[in-house]
């Protein structure tokens, strides 16, 4: 389930509109890692800014709070950047890189 928040931003002629974002789940199965984070276009790929918990099944999680949009991410799993392995959805980049993509629609 997301749970919605609005927010109240203003334009530059003062006029104010709300903007819906939402709290977007990120997961990883990796029950061996000892340290999982998430990096992505929405933190700058900035380690250090999403670290995920794990939890007792094995898998590690965090959300992020988003708008409507096309999100870059990959797992930082063990000092080891990954593709999201349960995501089909990738872009494959200039220098050869692929980055799993999250669509969020509110």
Avoid at 83 to 106: H, L
């Amino acid at each position: 389930m997301l749970d919605i928040l609005i927010k109240k931003i203003q334009t530059k002629g003062h006029k104010k509109y709300r903007r819906k974002t939402s709290k977007v789940r990120f997961d990883i199965y990796a029950p061996q890692a000892s340290n999982v984070e998430l990096v992505g276009c929405f933190n700058s790929w900035m380690p250090g800014q999403h670290i995920m918990k794990k939890e007792r099944d094995g898998f590690w999680k965090t959300h992020v709070t988003l708008c409507s949009g096309q999100y870059e991410y990959k797992f930082i799993v063990d000092n080891k950047w990954e593709i999201d392995p349960e995501n089909s959805n990738t872009v494959i980049m200039d220098n050869g890189t692929i980055n799993s993509v999250k669509k969020v629609v509110i």
